[in-house]
């Protein structure tokens, strides 16, 4: 697919040298980023300006508005595309995604979502290209025209949108022979409080009121136990999983 047929988009929001990594690794192909820092990119590439708190989703729906071609692969402003993985979605067409890996190795061979509310990282390597349940918003080949959720502020509105626009693409498919980088955390610290608090609230937004909620707590109180390095660490997450839980039941 030519780039007159599909544009990256990067939303951003501070790792500079991060994303100049990432467009270092996008040449031939029509890119847009999306300007959602605090203090403004001085940078000469095509971009939108955002205000610099809109979170992922909106960041990521104004770019998806703003490009002209029917097609787009979103891309986090600290990931890159290994040798051809951009081609190889283009092609493949769809709401498709690669392999991500990053400093532990694999990271995502695709989500698998459980109907009680859990959502885990798919980590075993297929060795052909297949369905999956969701895919990660880190590199996302989707199109133009597609919208994520903005009540999602950061994390699980992926998710979402594989679940509501998926079936009318013929659902979202890992290819496995596509490769792309994904450092991690780079907008958000993932064992912070405010990425608990969203990340819980992601969840919940998934699922029917009900016992999943005790489900979902209960799996993010876990998750913080085996995770915590020290004290401090849980008192800031634990009292985030509350927080979260509002945030998704007051809508």
Do not use: K
């Amino acid at each position: 697919m030519t780039s007159d047929l599909l544009t990256v988009v990067i939303p951003y929001h501070s790792q500079r040298a991060l994303l100049e990594r990432a467009l270092s690794h996008l040449a031939g192909w029509s890119v847009l980023v999306v300007d959602d820092s605090e203090a403004g990119l001085d940078l000469d590439v095509a971009r939108i300006r955002l205000g610099g708190s809109g979170g992922f989703a909106r960041a990521a729906n104004a770019g998806l508005a703003a490009v002209r071609t029917p097609w787009a692969v979103l891309l986090n402003d600290d990931a890159y595309p290994i040798e051809d993985c951009i081609d190889r979605l283009s092609h493949a067409g769809g709401l498709c995604g690669p392999l991500l890996v990053g400093p532990n190795g694999v990271e995502s061979a695709g989500l698998s979502v459980r109907g009680w509310g859990r959502v885990v990282q798919v980590t075993r390597v297929p060795g052909v290209d297949g369905p999956v349940d969701a895919l990660s918003g880190c590199c996302l080949h989707l199109p133009a025209s597609a919208r994520f959720n903005p009540a999602f502020r950061h994390g699980y509105e992926d998710v979402e949108l594989c679940r509501r626009v998926g079936p009318a693409l013929g659902g979202a498919r890992l290819m496995a022979h596509a490769r792309c980088w994904h450092e991690g955390g780079a907008s958000l610290d993932r064992r912070s409080g405010e990425a608990q608090r969203h990340a819980v609230s992601g969840q919940l937004r998934l699922v029917e009121p009900g016992w999943r909620d005790a489900v979902v707590a209960g799996l993010a109180l876990a998750q913080i136990a085996r995770e915590a390095r020290s004290v401090a660490e849980v008192r800031d997450r634990a009292p985030a999983v509350v927080a979260g839980w509002r945030d998704a039941r007051r809508g």
